[in-house]
């Protein structure tokens, strides 16, 4: 019958298949093609570039074949393997080299940088205004529940806010945010991200199983990190918050290599280590030139019933920081076990008053400085 009805399979089947060369989809890469519906038959072309392994082709293969079956489909499915049309063809749209007076990233104007061997480029993201990244040096101090809080707390206040999980070993934002379940592309072939609480939220966690670990090599982080940048429909945005792993490794390097970061928020516990780990952080944005907006000192202490304060992780690391950098410390976060439940319940403590009333004032200081 029709390629239109072929594509309305392919298209969500193929979306949910990851290319391994590129990071993305093979939807979005570009390597599906001569889509057809014929009586019960529904033929397409699996466009492969020299780089592809035999192994990559049957893996691929088989899961567009599981996806197709998903979808409902009955038929016979007749997938051929062609090489790639042209060079570039695989690539649809987001050609970083023209971005809007982009000028080479400092460090990096080296030949050879990219892949392709010219300098690298930024690109900005149409309708998205500002991209604060939040970040520290050591993990689980709590950055995903600091963005979290802040992209709710940024919503309610007005704000149109984009939450993108950088983290692709260890994503967070589904639970949370209790958003969960595939994407899919829309007309343009962007991928639509989920919204709760007012916020446009995307992560890795949307594509890849939970129990699913994600082995994945330093060039496929970075295609992904990439993808949800460039290939989201994120719209108009006050701000897309992006969610960073910790460390300074290829997901932040991407980030910056990528796009105009506004400004940066590291998040950092009160004890000496974390501190050492949180100046690393410091230094690779200010070496970057990305402002720091402030930092954050989360688990600052815990209130006991009698109202007195104890410090299990030591006292005034964020403080300490926040001075020899001349940034503000936009807040202490108290160890709070209402703001452990609200993430695992993915209704974060922001949309509560009381204990969630710090995030709000996070949020409201972040605001002034970037308005
Ligand atoms: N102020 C707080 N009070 C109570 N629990 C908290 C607080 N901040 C974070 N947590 C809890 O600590 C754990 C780690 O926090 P979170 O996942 O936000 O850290 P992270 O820095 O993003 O970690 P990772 O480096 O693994 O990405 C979570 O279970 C979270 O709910
Ligand atoms: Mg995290």
């Known amino acids: 019958m029709s390629a239109h009805e072929a594509e309305a399979i392919l298209e969500p089947a193929?979306?949910?298949?990851?290319?391994?060369?590129?990071?993305?989809?093979?939807w979005l890469a570009g390597m599906i093609s001569d889509?057809?519906?014929?009586?019960?038959?529904?033929?397409?072309?699996l466009?492969?570039?020299?780089?592809?392994?035999?192994?990559?082709?049957?893996?691929?293969?088989e899961a567009l074949l599981r996806n197709i079956q998903a979808t409902g489909w009955a038929g016979r499915v007749d997938c051929k393997v062609r090489p790639?049309?042209?060079?570039?063809r695989s690539a649809p749209a987001h050609d970083h080299s023209h971005g809007h007076g982009a000028a080479p990233v400092r460090g990096m104007e080296g030949g050879g940088m990219q892949p392709h061997g010219g300098p690298i480029v930024k690109a900005r993201i149409p309708g998205v205004q500002r991209i604060v990244a939040v970040a520290s040096g050591k993990g689980?101090?709590?950055?995903s529940t600091v963005a979290t809080n802040l992209a709710v707390s940024l919503a309610r206040s007005g704000w149109k806010v984009g939450l993108m999980d950088a983290d692709i070993y260890g994503p967070s934002v589904p639970t949370m945010l209790a958003v969960n379940g595939g994407v899919y592309a829309n007309a343009d072939k962007k991928i639509v991200p989920h919204e709760a609480y007012g916020v446009r939220a995307m992560s890795i966690g949307?594509?890849?199983?939970d129990s699913e670990p994600i082995i994945w090599r330093g060039p496929m982080v970075m295609g992904v990190v990439r993808q949800f940048l460039q290939d989201v429909?994120?719209?108009?945005l006050d701000v897309l918050l992006v969610d960073l792993p910790p460390g300074t490794g290829d997901a932040q390097l991407t980030m910056i290599q990528a796009v105009d970061i506004t400004g940066a928020v590291i998040v950092t516990t009160p004890q000496d280590v974390a501190v050492l780990d949180a100046v690393r952080g410091v230094e690779m944005f200010r070496k970057?030139?990305?402002p720091v907006l402030g930092i954050v000192e989360n688990m600052a202490w815990m209130e006991m019933p009698d109202g007195t304060r104890i410090h299990p992780f030591g006292e005034g690391g964020g403080r300490r920081t926040a001075e020899r950098y001349d940034v503000p410390l936009l807040a202490q976060v108290p160890l709070d076990g209402r703001i452990r439940e609200g993430g695992d319940a993915g209704r974060p403590a922001a949309l509560s008053g009381d204990v969630g009333k710090v995030f709000v004032d996070v949020a409201d200081k972040i605001k002034a400085a970037l308005s």
Do not use: N
Not at 84 to 88: K, T
Not at 140 to 143: H, L, N, Q, S, T
Not at 206 to 209: E, K
């Open 14 to 26: 193929a979306t949910r298949v990851r290319d391994p060369l590129t990071g993305r989809s093979v």
């Open 140 to 143: 689980g101090v709590g950055k």
């Open 84 to 88: 790639a049309m042209a060079p570039g």
């Open 206 to 209: 949307f594509l890849v199983d």
């Open 288 to 290: 970057l030139d990305v």
């Open 35 to 45: 889509a057809r519906v014929d009586d019960d038959v529904l033929s397409f072309t």
């Open 47 to 61: 466009r492969a570039q020299p780089a592809h392994g035999t192994d990559d082709l049957a893996r691929i293969q």
């Open 233 to 236: 429909a994120w719209g108009e």
